[in-house]
C-alpha cells in the first residue's frame, strides 16, 4: 500500500496535524545521535493516549507496517533510526508527570516525559531520582527504559532495569500489558516488565512508567587522584568499598584525555603541578562526616602508584573537579576523527584489559591513539580510537570498523561486554555473536516472536529477527 | 517407562549413590515448607556438575519425564512440590563457593551452596551479601534466585534480582544459558537472566550464579515506635525519606503480635510499659553520625498518632528490639489454628487496605482474628489469619480458602500484589487470575513454551501450562 494510504489510515486515528510526512520531520525524526545511516521514514506519528498507541499498532500489524518507537533520540546505537521507510512512533506528546507518591517512594510518568523534567519535578518534593546522564535535557524516560540507560549514578544506583517499578507498554499487535503500579515486591509470575527493559523497542513500546525515587544525598564531596598506572585504581575502588565509603560516583581518565580538557579549555585550572598517566575521580556521600575523604585519600596514600591527591573544598573545586571529567566527550572531539565504543570488563580484569588494547592498537593501528575514560567503578570504559592527523573520514570509519572487531574479541577473552550502556541497535549488530553464542541469539528471536508475531516494532535493530 | 528403568538410566549419568528412590528421600525432597500436597516424587538425584544437570535435562526431554528443581525447600507456596512421580533434582550437592573479586564487588558460587555459608565467606573478606531472612541456614542461593527472595534488607538493597550479576542455567531439553559474569553493565540484547529469576523453576535449572557483594553497614541502629494507628506509619516513613536517612530496615506489627511475642516468651522485656495498636521498628545506618535515629525520633514525636518511641543504647538492646520482630511468626504459632498470606500494597494504601480487610473478617469471617506484621518499608505485610479456639482444622481450612479469595479481590482493588515475596507455586495458582490478566497469562505461557518445549521444567507450577 502507498504511503499515501497510510497517512490517511493514521489521520483517522490522530488528529491530521499529529501525522508528519514533511522532509524536515522525516529526517530530524528519523535518526538518533549516529549518522551512519540515512534517516528515511514514511511517516511520524505523534500519539497523545495509550489507546492511540494501541490504534496505531493494530493498524500497523494488520499492514505488517514496521514501526520505530522513538524517544529523545540521544542513542549512540542506531536503535531509533528508521531507514528503511518505517513509521516513527514519536512519544514526545505523550510527556506528563502523572504523579509523586512520597509514602510509596515513586513517580509515574507518560514515556515522553524528559528525564530532566521528572528529575526536578521529583527535587521540589525533596527527593531524587537517581538516573542522571548527560543528555538529561533531551532524553524520554521510555528511552531510557527502552535502553536501560546507565549513566554517572549507577554505581550506588544501578541501572534504569533497577528504578522501574512499573510499565504500561503495547506490544503484539496492540495489546496492552500494565505491569506493576508503585510495588516494590511482586513475586507472582514472570515479571515480564524485565522484557521490555532494554530490549531497544524490539518487543513494543513502553507508554507509561512508574519510576522509583530516593533519598536526596546529604552532602557529596569528590576527590581526585593521580595515578601513574591504570593497575593501582581497582585497589583504591576495593579500600573505598572495604572502608564502606558511600561511594557515588568513581570516574576515570587517561593523562591524554586532561591534556586533551586543558587544551581546548584552557582558562580551567590544572588540579597538579604536573601531569600523569591517569586520574581517578571519586565521589562520595559524607553525610553529617566531614573529611572522610580526606581520611580516605591518606589511608590508600600508601599504595605504591598513587602520585598525588586533591579534595574539592568548596563548592567552585567541587564544581571544577567534575568539569574536568564532563568536558572530556567534547574536548575529544576537537582532537581530529573519533570512533567511540562504550565497553564493559570486570574491574579486576580493567589493568590487563587495557594493557593488551594498548598493544594491540600500537601493534596493528599504527597513527591511531586510544583515549580512555568512564565510570570505572563499574568496569565500564569508553574507548575513544582518534587520528589526530588523517582528513580521510572514510578510510578512518574502514579502519576503526576492523578495529572494532578485534576489540570485540578481546572483550570477549576478558568476559566483558562489547555494550555496556548504548545498546546494540544497528551499530553493533554485526559483532552480537561475539557477545552472544547461537543458544543465546536463538532465544532472543524466539521471544521476538513471542512478543511481536507481526515482526514490527522495530525489526532489523538488534538481530536480523 | 517404569521407574526403574529411569533410575537405571540416571545411573549411567550419576554414580548410582547419587540417584535416590528410598521412601525417607523421597518424603523428605519431595516438598517444601508447606503441607497442603503429599510428597511423591519417583526419584531424587544429586548431580555434582553442570554437565550432569545437562545429561539429565536430555533424557527427561527425550522420557517427557517432568523435573522439580530442588534448593533448600523452605519456600511457602509449593514450587518445590513434587507430588506426581516428578523426578527431583536437587541441587544440594553443587554447593561450592568458587571466588570472590573484591574489586568487581561480586561472589561467584554454584547454585546449591547455601545463602549462610556464602554470607560468613562473603563477611570473612570484609564485603557483605546483602540478601538475608530467616531460613538463610537453609535456602540455597539457586532456589533464592529461582524465588527472587526478598527478605529483611530488601529496603536498601532490592531483591534478589537486583543482586544477580550472572547466571548459568540449563533449559530446554538440555541447552546451557551462560549469561554474564561479573559485570554491573551489559547492555548488548535481551538480559535472558532475569527470565530465569522468579521463574520458581518453570524455565529452567540455575546451577550458577554471580552475586554483588557490597560494603558492610557501618554502625546500625534500631528504635521502636508505638503509634496509636496504622495511619500514621506512612508519614513516618516518608519523613525519614526526606531527612536522607540510610534506613535498613522498616518493619511492622499490631499490638496483637507483641501480645502474642509476651505471652510465648515471657522472659521477653516489654518496650513500653503500656501496649499501643501498632509498633514501628525502624533500623538505620547511622555511619559516624551518632544520635541520628534519636534526632529523628524527636523530629517526628509531632505527628499525631505518635504515642511513644525508644531507641537502642547498647547491642543487648539492639538485639532485644529486634527480637521482638523476629519471634512473631512462631509466637503467632502457638495461638491456634493459622493461615498465612504474604501480600504487598502501595505504602500510601496500606492503611485503607488494612481497614478494609479488618472489616471484611470482622462482617464476614467471625470468630476469626487477623494479625498483621512485615516489611511495612516495602509496602509488605504478613497477613495472618488465626482461629484460637476451633481444633477443626479442616474447617479452617475450607474457610481461609474462600477468604483468600476475598483477601486477593481486596488486594486487586487496591494495586497491590497477592505474593509479593513468596511465589505463586502449587498454592496461589487458583488466585493467579486475580493478579494477572488474561494478556499476561497467555504471554507467560508463551515464554514457557520457549524456554521448555518439552514442558519438563516444574509443570505445572505458577499455572497449568
Redesign the interface.
Known amino acids: 500500500m502507498m504511503v499515501a494510504n497510510h497517512k490517511h489510515a493514521f489521520s483517522q486515528i490522530l488528529d491530521p496535524a499529529r501525522v508528519l510526512d514533511d522532509p524536515s520531520s522525516l529526517h530530524d525524526y528519523g535518526r538518533d545521535r549516529t549518522r551512519v545511516h540515512e534517516p528515511a521514514p514514511s511517516l511520524v506519528l505523534f500519539p497523545k493516549t495509550t489507546e492511540e498507541v494501541v490504534r496505531i499498532a493494530e493498524y500497523c500489524a494488520r499492514e505488517r507496517l514496521p514501526i520505530v518507537p522513538s524517544g529523545g533520540r540521544t542513542g549512540y546505537a542506531g536503535a531509533a533510526v528508521a531507514a528503511h521507510g518505517e513509521v516513527v512512533v514519536s512519544m514526545g506528546k505523550m510527556d506528563r508527570i502523572l504523579g509523586i507518591?512520597?509514602?510509596?517512594?515513586?513517580v509515574e510518568v507518560e514515556a515522553g516525559a524528559i528525564l530532566e523534567n521528572v528529575q526536578h519535578a521529583v527535587a521540589e518534593t525533596?527527593?531524587y531520582l537517581p538516573l542522571d546522564f548527560a543528555a538529561r535535557g533531551s532524553a524520554q524516560i521510555g528511552g531510557c527504559i527502552a535502553?536501560?540507560a546507565?549513566g554517572l549514578k549507577?554505581?550506588k544506583y544501578?541501572?534504569t532495569?533497577?528504578l522501574v517499578l512499573g510499565l504500561e507498554a503495547v506490544f503484539g499487535r496492540g495489546?496492552?500489558?500494565?505491569?506493576?503500579?508503585?510495588?516494590?515486591?511482586?513475586?507472582?509470575?514472570?515479571?515480564?516488565k524485565?522484557?521490555l527493559?532494554?530490549?531497544e523497542g524490539t518487543l513494543g513500546i513502553v507508554t507509561r512508567a512508574t519510576m522509583q525515587i530516593?533519598?536526596?544525598?546529604?552532602r557529596l564531596n569528590v576527590g581526585l587522584i593521580a595515578l601513574s598506572r591504570l593497575a593501582d585504581t581497582?585497589?583504591v575502588?576495593?579500600e573505598a568499598?572495604?572502608?564502606?565509603?558511600?561511594l557515588t560516583a568513581a570516574e576515570f581518565f587517561t593523562g591524554a584525555c586532561l591534556e586533551a580538557v586543558m587544551a581546548h579549555l584552557p582558562q580551567m585550572r590544572s588540579p597538579f603541578p604536573i601531569r600523569y598517566p591517569c586520574y581517578l575521580l571519586i565521589e562520595i556521600d559524607e553525610?553529617?562526616?566531614d573529611g572522610?575523604l580526606t581520611a580516605f585519600l591518606e589511608h590508600v596514600s600508601g599504595i605504591p602508584g598513587i602520585e598525588d591527591a586533591t579534595v574539592a573544598t568548596s563548592p567552585q573545586s567541587f564544581r571544577e573537579l567534575w568539569a574536568l571529567r564532563e568536558n572530556i566527550s567534547e574536548s575529544i572531539g576537537t582532537l581530529g576523527l573519533v570512533h567511540k565504543n562504550d565497553i564493559?570488563?570486570?574491574?579486576?580484569?580493567m589493568p590487563a584489559f587495557v594493557g593488551a588494547l594498548e598493544s594491540l592498537v600500537r601493534e596493528r593501528y599504527r597513527g591511531l591513539d586510544v583515549l580512555l575514560f568512564g565510570?570505572i567503578g563499574?568496569?565500564?570504559v569508553h574507548v575513544n580510537v582518534i587520528d589526530r592527523t588523517s582528513k580521510d573520514a572514510a578510510g578512518f570509519e574502514t579502519r576503526v570498523e576492523e578495529l572494532d572487531t578485534a576489540l570485540c574479541e578481546l572483550i570477549q577473552s576478558y568476559?566483558?561486554?562489547?555494550?555496556?550502556?548504548?545498546?546494540?541497535g544497528l551499530l553493533?549488530k554485526r559483532l552480537?555473536h561475539l557477545?552472544?553464542?547461537p543458544?543465546?541469539?536463538e532465544?532472543?528471536k524466539?521471544?521476538k516472536h513471542?512478543?511481536d508475531p507481526a515482526n514490527i516494532f522495530n525489526p532489523g535493530k538488534?538481530?536480523d529477527w
Open positions: 507518591d512520597l509514602e510509596s517512594g515513586c525533596g527527593m535502553t536501560n546507565g549507577v554505581i544501578g541501572m532495569r533497577e495489546q496492552v500489558l500494565r505491569l506493576n503500579t508503585s510495588l516494590h515486591k511482586n513475586n507472582s509470575g514472570y515479571d515480564l524485565q522484557f527493559v532494554g530490549a530516593v533519598p536526596q544525598p546529604k581497582p585497589p575502588l576495593k568499598r572495604l572502608r564502606s565509603l558511600d553525610g553529617e562526616h572522610q564493559a570488563v570486570p574491574v579486576s580484569s565510570h563499574d568496569g565500564n568476559n566483558g561486554s562489547i555494550s555496556a550502556e548504548h545498546g546494540i553493533k552480537l557477545q552472544r553464542d543458544v543465546q541469539i532465544l532472543m524466539a521471544i513471542t512478543f538488534i538481530v
